[in-house]
């Protein structure tokens, strides 16, 4: 639309795209390990499975969206866990979900079995994790004072996401 703005953030994952097949099923990976970054692709096809990721420390976060089944964009995050998810597009709380992500690791992880939407259909899945003066992933609590609570990065940001996760709401 020409009329609107849009803004767009970029993170280079690599120059190829490869086979992995360190987890049960061969996924299609892209990746950067020095910043912490790659995308995977890979059809789990309602399985659980194990997926390898390309990155040599475990995700701090891991943002997944069916390329072909109209699911939300499903968030696993490392200070929630295996059995809680976020939801990127929604304003709606975390949620339990038994095992919905399983064995975030240091070459794979794992996603549940069902028709749950983090394996239905083609899937991408985009993987972070922590990287010293480039990005930090975390969480904390709001105390209520004028000036917040203080969080340090180590840097300063230039782009930060916030997602409440204790009720609904932006």
Partial sequence: NNSIDYVAWCWKAGDTTVANNDGSITTQVRANPEAGFSIVTASPSNNAVSMGHGLNTAPSIIVSKSRTV???WNVFHASLG???IMRLNTNATKQTSSNYWNNVGASTFSVAAGNNANNSG???YYCWHDVPGLQKFGKYSGNAQQNGAYV???FRPALLWLKRTD????
């Fill in 152 to 154: 340090e990065l180590g």
């Fill in 167 to 170: 009720s609904t709401g932006n």
């Fill in 70 to 72: 109209g699911y939300d």
């Fill in 122 to 124: 083609d899937m991408v």
């Fill in 82 to 84: 295996g059995n809680e």
